[in-house]
């Protein structure tokens, strides 16, 4: 089994940045590929940005590239996403995810290992 536990959502104002941390424990050999998804009210969960293995191979969705980073420190078990010139569109609970797949994927379900979230809040 694999704990993931985030942290580091706050309210910001547009333009403002905020860095995400998720904490892996447990079987980290379950999985392959981590991510970061979000969830708006009242929307779809939607992709935000996933990494390979060994965190060189990175993917971003259309709406964040340019703004976002997603990092990844496997000695510590961490996965990190730099938020950058935050947009009130971006304001919706981001959920850290893991799960194996051939290559990065943002597609959720790759991943079978899902975080309880953090809320980010854009005005």
């Known amino acids: 089994h694999v704990q993931l536990v985030e942290s580091g959502g706050d309210s910001v104002q547009a333009g403002g940045s905020l860095r995400l941390t998720c904490a892996a424990s447990?079987?980290?050999?379950?999985?392959?590929?981590m991510g970061w998804f979000r969830q708006a009210p009242g929307k779809e969960r939607e992709a935000v940005a996933s990494t390979g293995p060994s965190g060189e191979f990175t993917v971003y969705d259309d709406s964040v590239k340019g703004r976002f980073i997603i990092t990844r420190d496997n000695g510590e078990e961490t996965l990190y996403l730099q938020m950058n010139n935050l947009k009130p569109e971006g304001t919706a609970m981001y959920y850290c995810a893991a799960g194996r797949s051939s290559w990065c994927s943002l597609k959720s379900s790759d991943f079978g290992y899902w975080g309880q979230g953090t809320q980010v809040t854009v005005s």
């Open positions: 447990g079987r980290t050999d379950s999985y392959n590929v």
